[in-house]
């Protein structure tokens, strides 16, 4: 492929990144975010909404995922929405879904047209993990999607497999098994934001932290992360 299609394709890639976010945030009224009765009635509208048609809003959501995994969009934000639309084990399914899904597509993607760029962005930083991987491709990403990738922003754990030459069926299971702790996780706050909103007639950090719908999850949050610590120094320690 010439450098002038990459780069082509490369601003291309970026401009629609930027007009998809434009419609998405382009709606919220900033001068109201501070603003607690703008929450309660966004919460409202999004239930009846919501409620009106699940399937479809599932499909929605399910094709939006996809996308912004696909536009480099951040995982925990989508997270947090699929927990207040859907609730902590629907919004769980269909958010391990549509961004394995996304994140496979974004590999692909990444893989055929980045190839060489994204060698040069990340094979010397995780060149002694490299040969972890192809002695066992699945269940050290599944380990490393687990932990939270290392701490690597999101979109580049998803593209770190084209140092290897990672089998598709096995980046989309070992995605899919990983992904599952922490987005339950982040989808059952997003349900205790919901809940909250709705019960609360004024917005307390104190009354939200205390809930049971937020501390609890935030409890099961600090023992994924020791777990985590624990996985990082048995098998990605400097020192394998």
């Known amino acids: 492929m010439s450098k002038n299609l990459k780069i082509f394709l490369g601003v291309s890639y970026l401009l629609i990144l930027f007009i998809f976010l434009y419609f998405i945030f382009g709606s919220i009224q900033v001068n109201r975010l501070d603003d607690f009765s703008y929450y309660k009635e966004l919460q409202s509208n999004l239930d009846s909404h919501i409620s009106s048609n699940v399937f479809i809003n599932l499909v929605y959501f399910f094709i939006f995922g996809?996308?912004?995994?696909?536009?480099?969009?951040?995982?925990?934000?989508?997270?947090?929405?699929?927990?207040?639309?859907?609730?902590?084990?629907?919004?769980?399914?269909?958010?391990?879904?549509?961004?394995?899904?996304?994140?496979?597509?974004?590999?692909?993607?990444?893989?055929?047209?980045?190839?060489?760029?994204?060698?040069?962005?990340l094979e010397k930083k995780f060149a002694k993990h490299i040969a972890l991987f192809q002695k066992n491709e699945f269940f050290y990403f599944l380990m490393y999607r687990f932990v939270g990738g290392l701490g690597v922003p999101f979109f580049l754990q998803n593209l770190l497999p084209i140092l290897f030459g990672m089998k598709k069926r096995n980046y989309f299971f070992s995605s899919c098994f990983g992904f599952i702790p922490s987005f339950f996780i982040m989808n059952t706050i997003g349900a205790g934001l919901n809940i909250y909103i709705k019960?609360?007639?004024?917005?307390?950090?104190?009354?939200?932290?205390?809930?049971?719908?937020?501390?609890?999850?935030?409890?099961?949050?600090l023992i994924l992360m020791i777990v985590s610590l624990l996985i990082k120094k048995k098998f990605f320690n400097d020192r394998n």
């Open 199 to 221: 019960q609360a007639s004024n917005f307390s950090m104190m009354n939200l932290i205390l809930s049971k719908e937020i501390y609890l999850p935030i409890l099961m949050f």
């Open 66 to 121: 996809i996308v912004w995994v696909m536009l480099l969009g951040f995982g925990s934000p989508i997270l947090i929405m699929s927990g207040i639309l859907f609730g902590q084990w629907l919004g769980t399914a269909i958010s391990v879904l549509s961004l394995s899904i996304g994140a496979l597509a974004l590999y692909s993607t990444g893989n055929f047209f980045f190839k060489d760029l994204v060698k040069l962005i």
